[in-house]
């Protein structure tokens, strides 16, 4: 009988597969090694395989596509409420064929392999910053402890470093300076990895016209810039703005029921690494609006009734809408001046 879904469960080594036929009958139950799963598919007929977006999720739809297949990616936790008592692998194979075919289900766009690279040296360069943080916050603890105090912020961390540097300072004992001097060394050589990092990701946001485009919404610069583009592969599966503000998590949680409506803090779901950009974005133009005023009336009134975090997340949410408008519908930002003449 052929097989017209294929649920494909994901592992490191053993794979789970579960076929059904065009009557939604099971024909298929089968563990296969990763050696055999492109042989495998290979004698299959062209079909839907659903798989969760998880872990290596995009390589095996890319493979699975060059195929003729048709892949579709499910958010993990969208498919769990198929899972039929207890969960083992073909319990999860199951769910995956089942959810793939419902009318209502979201789907995750696959990947290139280019953009996979970008968003990869994205988590790179957020993986070295905050290994930087560790680092500056150990030395400043040790040097602390010793009485040499540095002010707050990144730059103030090279006097502490001069005088790590300095073996006339005989503040530092001769054990402690060589614990400290090789904290700095790892520092200096982060630094120099970090900056590496953000020239490669300029340079494939210059080449990169959606990016570039991007870039012309105020509070987004070539990082967040670079990043919406890797991600948000396909803006058609957002219906509207509101939708990928949604899924970025800039949005109230609801609790609502019986007709009441009942929100509160921002839900935080989708990707945290888009939200903390964009909401670092909304918090740079607050500060410069509030600095040198705004043009913008909706922006000022906002800053003049909210506290700053609270609007700095509503402006994330307003950025998030615009650059999916550019997205969807091309062009660049425009203010409201320019719009209007």
Not at 34 to 39: A, D, G, I, N, S
Not at 74 to 87: A, H, L, T
């Amino acid at each position: 009988m052929e097989v017209t879904t294929i649920g494909f469960d994901l592992a490191k080594s053993v794979f789970q597969v579960h076929g059904v036929d065009a009557s939604g009958e099971a024909v298929i139950r089968k563990q296969l090694r990763r050696r055999q799963v492109l042989p495998f598919f290979r004698k299959q007929s062209p079909c839907l395989v659903g798989m969760e977006a998880c872990a290596t999720a995009h390589h095996w739809a890319r493979q699975l596509e060059a195929l003729g297949h048709e892949v579709r990616l499910m958010p993990p936790r969208y498919v769990k409420p198929y899972v039929k008592r207890n969960k083992n692998d073909a319990a999860d194979a199951a769910a995956i064929c089942e959810a793939v075919t419902r009318p209502t289900m979201r789907f995750v766009a696959v990947k290139s392999a280019e953009q996979q690279s970008v968003l990869m040296l994205h988590r790179s360069r957020a993986l070295l910053v905050r290994q930087r943080t560790m680092l500056v916050n150990a030395i400043r603890a040790h040097m602390a402890e010793l009485g040499i105090v540095a002010r707050v912020g990144l730059p103030q961390v090279s006097a502490l470093l001069a005088v790590i540097a300095d073996e006339a300072d005989d503040r530092i004992p001769p054990l402690a300076r060589s614990c400290l001097q090789g904290l700095a060394a790892q520092l200096m050589s982060l630094e120099g990895e970090i900056a590496t990092a953000g020239q490669r990701i300029h340079a494939w946001h210059r080449s990169n016209e959606v990016s570039r485009r991007l870039e012309s919404i105020p509070g987004i610069g070539p990082i967040t810039a670079s990043a919406l583009a890797a991600t948000i592969t396909d803006p058609s599966v957002f219906k509207s703005g509101r939708e990928l503000a949604a899924w970025i998590g800039l949005v109230p949680r609801q609790n609502s029921t019986g007709g009441k409506e009942r929100l509160g803090r921002i839900s935080k779901q989708g990707d945290p690494y888009l939200r903390w950009l964009l909401v670092v974005g909304a918090m740079t133009v607050i500060r410069h609006a509030r600095r040198r005023g705004t043009a913008n009336p909706w922006l000022a009134e906002l800053i003049a009734h909210k506290p700053t975090k609270v609007a700095a997340v509503a402006l994330a949410n307003k950025l998030a809408r615009t650059a999916w408008a550019l997205l969807q519908h091309g062009g660049t930002y425009q203010t409201h001046t320019a719009a209007a003449a």
